[in-house]
């Protein structure tokens, strides 16, 4: 029953066009206020990045020894989550064995007498 006096007195109060009108407006409302709440969002990921190159380049100024390239690359991708972080961590293992066996190669070979060692050159100078 109180549905019914309800809806009795709404459509007194309200005819086609004055409830077109509301439908109008609430529904521009949802509308606009979701685009407007994307839009927000971008320009917020958009200044704070911009803060956070400011802060590093100042970081950079203050600290001009520390390289950017250790903030990139290998190195600077553990630091985030995500996929793959195990295989950059193993590339990044990887990279280190291989430069220490590039070293050992070259001590060894600097030590070991070669076609071009010291000790031939004076000897095929003395013939």
């Given amino acids: 029953m109180q549905y019914f006096t ?6 007194k109060e309200f005819d ?3 409830f077109l009108r ?22 917020q990921v958009k200044k ?6 400011k802060r590093n380049a100042e970081a ?11 903030s990139t690359g290998v190195a600077g991708s553990d630091k985030r989550w995500g996929w793959g972080k195990r295989t ?6 990887q990279q280190k064995l291989l430069q220490k066996q590039l070293e050992q ?3 060894e ?5 070669g076609p071009d060692s010291d000790e031939e050159i004076n000897e095929l100078l003395e013939d």
């Fill in 22 to 43: 509301l439908v109008v407006i609430i529904g521009g409302y949802i509308f606009f206020r979701q685009r407007y709440l994307e839009f927000m969002k971008h320009y």
């Fill in 6 to 11: 309800f809806w009795e007195n709404v459509s």
């Fill in 105 to 107: 190669a070259a001590v």
């Fill in 48 to 53: 704070q990045l911009e803060e956070d190159h």
């Fill in 88 to 93: 950059r961590s193993k590339v990044k293992a």
């Fill in 60 to 70: 950079l100024v203050e600290k001009p020894n520390i390289s950017e390239a250790e």
């Fill in 109 to 113: 070979a600097s030590q070991t007498s």
């Fill in 16 to 18: 086609i066009h004055k």
